[in-house]
């Protein structure tokens, strides 16, 4: 790591340190503003440290930002939180935690450069890498293709089991609960996840030797079609986060051998396309009934102009959710409260074991553990529905202040190791790595059992897919 670049980290932990001095002295408003401007420089900080953009540790702090001061604008300049959360104002204490995260995310970075003198992501070994992946590229779209039936299949088997296309018109909250009620669910979100990876991959390994798409198009078109009729399930229940993940992968694997140096305005034009259709989703997957009962007034309804400027409020969706489950926590305990000291964090290494494996009944996550505590209501729209969570807020109900910075210290030592030795070591991983990026950005809205249970699911099928490129490798022979 550079000098310039020590000295940007440590600019950005006093910035950090300041904020939090504001906040102790209910200086919220000029707290929230370093905290901005903080973030801002994050941004750039993590795009400096890392040279590129399109890698999980970027990802990660960009998203961080945008989740953790969606609500605390809309509540100090805005019309608030949504009706759902508590309107008792913690913000100085978050504000605070929020700060000490990134000091520990922060000072996890400095620590893991400055142990390394010299890290093995060098131009030769990508190179190496790189030709290694192009000689097997026809296995790569073979097993995408593959796994992206099979996912289509398994969703088809989820939708029959629940009762029938019908379902996924009786809206998001409930075809999922029913979903999640099923002895065996078929995890078919994540097979098209890692087909999308080995899919982009393969794009992005034409792009880096320079060979035109035309030359394979037909694979790329089967992909597409076989992969529409899935992606038109998600867009029907308004399932925004596998959405989002399957454009992050594209992206991801795209350039993965030229990554993303400098924001285009192409780039920036795309990224405000999908959030307007990510923002219309969510005003509208609660009517989606109106599709079949009459198409009509679902067109009059969801076309609203109040019902899309709201939508597109980021406080209004589940980015409010990591200052609102937080703040509700806040606002229903005392200044002291019993501590969970890494319980949370043990019962979420149980959540991948199937209930029907599992000796005994599985314990409840702290998500549905918080719902139920603090938003019961929710709990009568389906088995899963909720506010979310924050990984924030885990953190600070595990060890208080002290789990919240050594949590997000262990994070950037993890999130770099990925960036840095784990992304070019074998194609297992490659592949791992572009399917489970997206976790960096469910991350701030979850606990860390869902984070967790994902990343185990992914990982199974990665190998599972390695396996059937091995066999397509075999059969060309």
């Not at 390994?205 to 076989?226: A, Y």
């Not at 501590?339 to 996550?365: A, C, D, H, N, W």
């Not at 060890?399 to 190791?417: Q, S």
């Not at 070019?424 to 960096?440: D, E, M, R």
């Amino acid at each position: 790591m550079s000098n310039i670049n020590v000295q940007l980290s440590i600019y950005l932990l006093l910035l950090n340190l300041i904020s939090m001095i504001l906040s102790i002295n209910n200086l919220s408003n000029i707290a929230l503003f370093i905290s901005i401007i903080t973030c801002i420089g994050m941004i750039y900080w993590s795009k400096v440290v890392t040279k590129y953009y399109t890698n999980a540790t970027v990802i990660f702090i960009t998203f961080a930002a945008l989740y953790g001061l969606s609500g605390p604008i809309s509540v100090a300049w805005g019309d608030g939180l949504n009706k759902i959360f508590s309107t008792e104002n913690h913000l100085d204490t978050y504000l605070f935690v929020f700060a000490l995260s990134n000091i520990g995310f922060i000072t996890g970075v400095l620590l893991f450069h400055l142990g390394k003198k010299q890290l093995p992501t060098d131009n030769k070994k990508v190179d190496t890498f790189s030709e290694k992946l192009f000689s097997i590229r026809q296995s790569l779209i073979k097993a995408s293709l593959m796994l992206v039936i099979i996912s289509l299949l398994f969703e088809m088997i989820n939708i029959y089991r629940v009762g029938g296309l019908s379902q996924i018109f009786m809206g998001k909250a409930q075809f999922q609960s029913a979903v999640s009620e099923l002895s065996l669910s078929l995890p078919s979100s994540e097979f098209l996840l890692v087909a999308m990876s080995l899919f982009s991959l393969y794009l992005g390994i034409l792009r880096t030797k320079n060979k035109k798409f035309k030359e394979c198009k037909n694979l790329i078109l089967l992909f597409i079609i076989l992969s529409l009729p899935h992606i038109g399930i998600k867009l029907i229940l308004g399932q925004r986060g596998i959405l989002l993940s399957l454009f992050i992968c594209l992206i991801i694997g795209l350039t993965y051998f030229l990554p993303i140096k400098r924001i285009k305005p192409k780039l920036v034009i795309i990224i405000s396309v999908l959030y307007i259709l990510m923002s219309f989703i969510f005003a509208n997957r609660s009517i989606v009934s109106l599709i079949t009962e009459d198409f009509n007034l679902f067109i009059k309804t969801a076309t609203q102009k109040e019902r899309l400027i709201e939508a597109l409020n980021p406080s209004s969706n589940e980015f409010g959710s990591t200052f609102g489950n937080f703040n509700q926590f806040l606002s229903e305990n005392e200044k002291e409260f019993p501590l969970y000291m890494g319980e949370t964090y043990i019962k979420g290494l149980v959540l991948p074991i199937p209930s029907f494996v599992y000796p005994g009944e599985k314990p409840i996550q702290i998500t549905y553990e918080f719902r139920d505590q603090y938003f019961s209501s929710e709990a009568s729209r389906g088995r899963i529905a909720g506010t979310g969570f924050s990984s924030l807020l885990e953190a600070f109900m595990n060890f208080k202040y002290i789990g919240v910075f050594v949590i997000y210290l262990l994070l950037a030592f993890v999130l770099r190791y990925l960036d840095e030795v784990f992304r070019y070591k074998t194609i297992l991983f490659s592949v791992f790595y572009v399917a489970g990026i997206s976790q960096t950005v469910s991350f701030h809205r979850s606990a860390f059992g869902t984070i967790y249970s994902n990343l185990f699911i992914i990982f199974i099928i990665t190998i599972i897919s390695i396996m059937i490129m091995k066999l397509t490798r075999k059969n060309s022979i």
